[in-house]
């Protein structure tokens, strides 16, 4: 009787992240504001956006720490952009409910107008080079480069962001 072989795949496919880039990604997403259990498909969309450069002959990024730290970051933005479309199509479906069913609708307007705390209160713009120049410490030429956007509007973001927090902070000692 013959045995057959166990296939083994021609080539295994290393992970493109190692594990410490893959904390600074999970870490990059929680601090976007990214639920822990939407963390997982974060890491894997900026694997998948590594190997998708590999795929179509794209060197590899000369930084990729600072590469996957900058796509988590896009990642977290979009994922809140998309939130907030379901709240908004949330909201206008809770319009067409008849008038007799308003008590859910006063609840969900009532959670819809909670404020977060820290990050989660500032524009995507800020919070997105509030994380990189910050938790990522990419510096600001770095961040304006991934970016596609001047050095100047990185400053200027970081400014604004950080008056913003520093005033919250003290508002929130003061009561």
Avoid at 138 to 149: D, F, N, S, T
Wanted: glycine share 6%; net charge positive; proline share 6%.
């Amino acid at each position: 009787m013959l045995r057959r072989r166990p296939r083994r795949p021609e080539r295994e496919q290393a992970d493109p992240l190692d594990p410490a880039q893959v904390d600074r990604v999970r870490a990059v997403l929680s601090l976007g504001g990214v639920p822990y259990g939407e963390l997982q498909d974060g890491v894997q969309q900026v694997r998948l956006r590594l190997l998708e450069r590999a795929a179509k002959g794209e060197r590899a990024p000369r930084d990729v720490a600072a590469w996957a730290a900058v796509v988590a970051s896009n990642w977290a933005m979009d994922w809140h952009r998309a939130r907030r479309r379901q709240e908004r199509l949330g909201e206008r479906l809770a319009a067409l409910r008849p008038p007799g069913a308003e008590e859910d609708g006063a609840e969900s307007r009532v959670l819809s107008l909670a404020v977060a705390q820290g990050l989660d209160e500032l524009p995507d713009s800020q919070r997105q080079v509030v994380v990189l120049r910050f938790y990522a410490d990419l510096p600001v030429r770095a961040i304006a480069a991934e970016l596609g956007i001047p050095e100047g509007t990185v400053k200027s973001r970081l400014h604004a962001a950080v008056r913003v927090l520093r005033e919250r902070l003290h508002e929130g000692e003061v009561v």
